[in-house]
Nanobody, 111 residues
């Protein structure tokens, strides 16, 4: 069983930045791919970014060039640096490791 805890969400103006964190416990973290998903009101949950155990990064087109996913295996933590935020980025952001999900952290981009 893995426990994932996200933090770092909040209210930010368009063009602003936030850094999300996800801390994992209960399993060897470094051997797993980690994903960030998001779910906007009335929409399905979508994959935003992935970082593999080998630190390769993947992004959906709408965030590529603005978001950066990274990991610190010594701290069992994965990050999502979000720059140039847009209102369309407003959603609850979730960390995922295999079948395990965090509780989510709300990101609201609004003026």
């Amino acid at each position: 069983q893995v426990r994932l805890v996200e933090s770092g969400g909040g209210l930010v103006q368009p063009g602003g930045s936030l850094r999300l964190s996800c801390v994992a416990s209960g399993r060897i973290f470094s051997t797993y791919d980690i994903h960030w998903y998001r779910q906007a009101p009335g929409k399905q949950r979508e994959l935003v970014a992935t970082i593999t155990s080998g630190h390769h990064q993947f992004y959906i087109d709408s965030v590529r060039g603005r978001f950066t996913i990274s990991r610190d295996d010594a701290k069992n933590t994965v990050y999502l640096q979000m720059n140039s935020l847009k209102p369309a980025d407003t959603a609850i952001y979730y960390c995922n490791l295999e079948r395990n999900w965090g509780q989510g952290t709300q990101v609201t981009v609004s003026s």
